[in-house]
């Protein structure tokens, strides 16, 4: 492909969806560049519940975070998933459509113009192509937590439907490489370049390509129209802090000179937190033992159920109102799979719409660098009262009676922590991301929003966001769906604004 139309940075869930449709309705040329990996074994790739084994892998960022001091001063690390797929190579796979909520903020932030009706149109053709699936089994632990949460008030109990096909990881390769039939078409339209993009290249004040790191050195690639980053909310606004837009104070601390002023890039930074309270089983039906069992392998290789297809988070859903999201796992949420024992179960519960909001800012000018992660979870008082009450929530459900012969002892917090201070200082030290930053570009209706609702970085040219990075504040459920949603219409948008 000699000048491709566009050029998208980052072939991840947003990524592989953008250029699908760029290339299959809007006839575009797109060179896709992405970042080189070390692939995992292909089982683990394939496994759903293999999926907490590619964290750390060659196929994951590991990003850390500082120290937060409101989590025992704790540094998360915070996974993202790199090569084609993104994120969604390595994650649970849960397929949330947006709420109601999301659609409004959505709508907010655009003027309308990314409307409900837009939005749910574009889930719906991306749930034609990807077609996300209901389990094929579930452990006791989900299904004890099911009959225990039929009958609860204010509550939205759910299994989920996940990314999977047949009980095996849905691999976004798929939407890039060509179908039979137009096997041809598609090979001219997509090209995927394997390297680091460092920064933009600007002629006569557009953006018209990107400087990168190939394993043959350094290489330039040009386009037509433009830059479409889709780099994730960690990626994104990284790469466009190391090509001068950003905080011109902060740029200047790593010698790079300011091209466009946007104090909003890398702010916004939001994510779920995720405390998860941990019971020991009574039970003996059913252990659940997603690893080296060979019957359970041939069960998954020949039906794509039992243990091993299960996604580890098969089920939870909404509660009080929504402003709680619970997922029950057949593990010890903490220490799984370093030891891979079956005595344990997990019903975890994380605030839906945390106010707490941290931020991102360049460690060096060097892409290899991570950057600095400042998580600040836990900084609004309300978000730890709500926490305090999704744990006494989780409690109460596993007090009732459904649960008896299926716990025998509550080991985090731990049964003697019963004040709501001993929670707090629980929640400190237990709590976990449950891997959503998202909101580092936000799109919004003001001049400073970084994102209009055209997809374009306000005061440029040819150059768009289209990922996480994008959405203004947090979905209220898991984020994937709603990140597909939103590239599918920007496929449209960009077509239109090029
Ligand atoms: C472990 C884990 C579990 C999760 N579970 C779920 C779940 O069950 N359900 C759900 O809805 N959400 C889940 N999520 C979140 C969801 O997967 C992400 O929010 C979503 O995939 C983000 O999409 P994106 O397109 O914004 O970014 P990504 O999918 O992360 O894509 C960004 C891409 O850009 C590439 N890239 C970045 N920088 C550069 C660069 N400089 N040069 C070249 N390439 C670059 C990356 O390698 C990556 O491929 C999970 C995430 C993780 C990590």
Same mark, same amino acid.
């Given at each position: ?53 590619? #964290? *750390? @892998?060659? %196929?994951?960022?590991?990003? /850390?975070? +500082? =120290? ?6 704790? !540094? ?46 574009? #889930? *719906? @053709?991306? %749930?034609?192509?990807?077609? /996300?699936? +209901? =389990? ?6 989900? !299904? ?57 290249i600007?002629t006569?004040?557009k953006v018209n390509g ?12 040009v386009s037509?129209?433009g ?235 040819g ?36």
């Open positions: 492909m000699n000048q491709p139309d566009f050029i998208v940075v980052g072939a991840g869930s947003a990524g592989c969806v953008l250029t699908r449709r760029l290339a299959e309705e809007f006839n575009a040329t797109v060179v896709v560049v992405e970042a080189p990996s070390t692939p995992a074994p292909i089982g683990d790739r394939q496994r759903p519940a293999h999926w907490i084994k590619l #964290l *750390k @892998s060659g %196929e994951d960022w590991d990003f /850390p975070t +500082e =120290p937060t001091p409101s989590l025992a001063k704790r !540094r998360l690390r915070w996974p993202r998933g790199r090569g084609i797929g993104g994120s969604s190579r390595i994650n649970a796979m849960i397929w949330f459509p947006p709420t109601s909520r999301d659609l409004n903020r959505l709508a907010d932030a655009s003027g309308n113009h990314w409307s409900s009706d837009r939005i749910l149109t574009a #889930l *719906k @053709s991306v %749930e034609s192509l990807l077609q /996300p699936e +209901e =389990p094929r089994w579930l452990s006791e632990p989900s !299904r004890t937590f099911l009959r225990a949460a039929q009958s609860l008030q204010n509550a939205k109990p759910m299994v989920y439907q996940r990314l999977n096909r047949r009980g095996q990881r849905t691999s976004l390769q798929s939407l890039l490489r060509p179908n039979r039939e137009k096997a041809r078409s598609w090979e001219d339209r997509i090209q995927v370049v394997r390297g680091m993009a460092d920064r933009l600007w006569n004040e990107v400087e990168l790191l190939t394993e043959n050195g350094r290489a330039e690639l037509r129209y830059v479409i980053l889709a780099s994730g909310a960690i990626g994104t606004p990284t790469l466009l802090m190391r090509s001068g837009i950003g905080c011109r104070n902060a740029l200047k601390e790593h010698g790079i000179g300011l091209r466009i002023e946007h104090l909003s890039v890398g702010k916004n930074l939001r994510d779920h937190l995720i405390m998860p309270v941990i019971y020991q089983r009574t039970s003996d039906a059913d252990r659940f033992s997603p690893f080296g069992d060979l019957r359970h392998l041939v069960q998954w290789q020949t039906l794509g159920s039992g243990p091993l297809s299960s996604n580890l988070a098969e089920c939870g859903g909404l509660f009080l109102n929504d402003a709680i999201q619970i997922h029950v796992t057949p593990t010890h949420y903490l220490t799984f799979p370093k030891e891979d024992s079956s005595a344990w179960m997990t019903i975890g519960a994380n605030v839906t719409q945390p106010q707490s909001c941290g931020h991102l800012q360049l460690r060096s000018a060097d892409p290899s660098e991570p950057p600095v992660i400042t998580t600040n979870y836990l900084d609004q008082q309300q978000d730890l009262e709500r926490s305090i009450q999704g744990v006494e929530y989780v409690r109460e459900l596993a007090n009732s009676g459904v649960f008896r012969d299926v716990i025998s002892a509550e080991i985090v917090p731990g049964a003697k922590r019963i004040t709501r201070e001993a929670i707090a200082r629980s929640v400190e030290r237990y709590s976990q991301t449950l891997y959503h930053p998202i909101g580092t570009c936000a799109a919004g209706n003001h001049p400073e929003d970084a994102v209009d609702h055209r997809f374009r970085l306000r005061n440029s040219s150059l768009w966001i289209v990922d996480g990075s994008v959405f203004p504040g947090i979905t209220v459920g898991n984020p994937n769906a709603t990140i597909m949603s939103l590239a599918w219409m920007a496929a449209e948008e960009i077509t239109e604004s090029r």
